[in-house]
């Protein structure tokens, strides 16, 4: 499979994930501008696929810049940077990415504009290759959570489309799938942009991992049945004190795993991870337009101008989180204490 993102010369080669599973389309970016709005609307998405395209589109947008001898370049970066970074506003993994660009540029800016280019574009690809690791990392960590046999419920596309490659919370399945466990998925569709639906069932049936796709209102119907052993979902941005923001109907699913002791997990990089919010309350949450809830596969379902509200996210309380997986291990409560440590 063609990975989510890919650097070809001097492109940024996506796959439309706004198409699949009907169409396998590739978006070639060669500006910066063009990076930022193929997030915007989620040509890309997940958060850590996120945070590696807008590190490419620094790269790019620096690429672009003239070489007039002499003249300073902070302004250009700084207005790249803030582009980029005002795309979307909750993956916390774009602005660890940015942040990690920054520092190249502050790093090599004294020795002129191709050492900062070639700097900046080894960076992003050294961000590529280390989400890659991770999520393997993560994906060992997590399948020791699993038991043959079992019924795993996602939420959304926490897979390889949403990262480098392999996944995080599909890392783990993966990842139990390779150490021999008959693993079956249960797919939520992921209303309103059917992550799971479109891109999940994809995913994992290219890889023949079972898959069943229900919709969002079935999970706690099947968990009560006692047909879902685990819920792994991945996140978008985790407090310190472990509250988990990620894609808006996970907060529905961990009240419904905790009511019928169903374990129910997170895995993500550490990047993921916000030290500087002490919890939930402070992440941003993203408001998206009205026509992803009024409609469904571009066709309308509703009155075209009934009122809408639309958060992309929610935020998990961290007494609903049985344990979060990253690559440097699984972390139990307390988050506060067991989160940073390896
Ligand atoms: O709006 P999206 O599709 O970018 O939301 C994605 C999610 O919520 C994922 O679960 C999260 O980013 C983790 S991806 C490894």
């Given at each position: 499979m063609l990975p989510a993102i890919a650097w070809r010369g001097r492109s940024l080669v996506m796959?439309?994930?706004?198409?699949l599973p009907g169409q396998e389309v590739y978006v070639h970016c060669r500006t910066y501008i063009q990076v930022a709005q193929a997030i915007e609307k989620m040509v890309v998405r997940g958060a850590p696929a996120i945070g590696i395209a807008a590190a490419y589109g620094l790269a790019l947008g620096v690429m672009a810049l003239?070489?007039?001898?002499?003249?300073?370049?902070d302004r250009d970066f700084e207005r790249i940077y803030l582009r980029l970074e005002r795309?979307?506003?909750?993956?916390?993994n774009l602005f660890w990415a940015l942040e990690r660009m920054k520092a190249v540029y502050d790093r090599t800016r004294a020795e002129g504009l191709k050492a900062v280019r070639t700097a900046l574009l080894d960076e992003a690809k050294a961000i590529e290759q280390e989400d890659a690791d991770i999520n393997r990392a993560i994906g060992r960590y997590g399948q020791a959570l699993l038991a043959d046999g079992w019924t795993v419920l996602t939420h959304c596309n926490a897979g390889a489309l949403a990262t480098?490659?392999?996944?995080t919370a599909l890392g783990v399945v993966r990842a139990a799938a390779a150490e021999g466990k008959r693993i079956k998925v249960f797919a939520d569709e992921?209303?309103?942009?059917l992550q799971g639906a479109r891109l999940t069932v994809w995913e994992l049936d290219r890889d023949g991992i079972p898959v069943v796709l229900i919709t969002d209102s079935m999970a706690g119907w099947f968990m009560r049945r006692g047909e879902i052993q685990a819920v792994v979902v991945g996140a978008d941005r985790i407090a310190r004190n472990g509250d988990t923001a990620n894609k808006i109907g996970t907060y529905t699913v961990a009240v419904l795993a905790k009511e019928n002791r169903v374990p129910f997990y997170v895995a993500a990089?550490?990047?993921?991870?916000?030290?500087?919010?002490?919890?939930?309350?402070?992440i941003p949450i993203e408001e998206r337009g009205p026509d992803e809830v009024r409609t469904v596969g571009g066709r309308l379902?509703?009155?075209?101008?009934a009122e809408v509200r639309n958060p992309a996210f929610d935020v998990t309380p961290?007494?609903?989180?049985t344990a979060i997986v990253t690559e440097r291990g699984v972390h139990r409560p307390p988050y506060e204490k067991n989160l940073g440590k390896g």
């Open positions: 796959i439309d994930q706004r198409k003239g070489a007039e001898s002499g003249r300073s370049i795309t979307r506003p909750t993956a916390r480098a490659e392999y996944g992921t209303r309103p942009f990089p550490t990047s993921t991870i916000d030290l500087a919010l002490a919890d939930g309350a402070g379902v509703t009155l075209p101008d961290a007494a609903y989180i």
